[in-house]
């Protein structure tokens, strides 16, 4: 199965209700965005644990736009409680919105499979895809040492 795509089960429409974060944003190049979300998750867990805030989810990547040699994207966790903006981290919220979601199990490398698989379900839907969209990162490495293993959570707003 290494280097397999599946889902678990097909993607399905659902509505999210805001979330907040904390996170690292910038605009990155795609070939160092692996080193760009070890930095960003570093930085958020060692500034919520210097501040005190609990975590509430898994790491996750909010991306505004569809990734072309950059990327404009943060990256960090939901958290539960307040947190105060530093130089580097700062606070965000992952919105309430209706949206589509799927999770992908498989190779970082496959996910536009994902993507498009979830494009597919929200037009025959009779929606339209929103310019954001994020991935919670169930498991991966270093946990998870096994790529046929990874689960990514891909939620795409629609409009």
């Known amino acids: 199965m290494s280097g397999a795509v599946h889902f678990t089960g097909e993607p399905a429409e659902i509505h999210w209700t805001p979330q907040p974060t904390a996170v690292v944003r910038e605009t990155v190049a ?59 981290v700062a606070t965000g919220t992952l919105p309430e919105t209706d949206a589509f979601e799927a999770i992908h199990t498989g190779l970082y490398e496959r996910l ?10 929200i037009r025959a839907a009779g929606k339209t895809p929103s310019g954001t969209m994020w991935e919670f990162y169930l498991n991966g490495p270093p946990a998870e040492t096994d790529p046929s293993k990874w689960q990514t959570r891909i939620v795409w707003p629609v409009l």
């Not at 950059?70 to 130089?87: H, K, Y």
């Not at 536009?112 to 597919?120: D, V």
């Open 112 to 121: 536009g499979e994902a993507y498009s698989a979830i494009q597919e379900r």
């Open 30 to 88: 795609m070939g160092a965005l692996s080193d760009f979300f070890s930095r960003a998750f570093g930085a958020v867990m060692a500034e919520t644990q210097r501040q005190n805030v609990q975590l509430a989810g898994p790491p996750f990547a909010l991306y505004r736009g569809m990734p072309t040699e950059t990327v404009d994207v943060e990256a960090g966790f939901p958290i539960a409680g307040g947190l105060s903006d530093t130089e580097t």
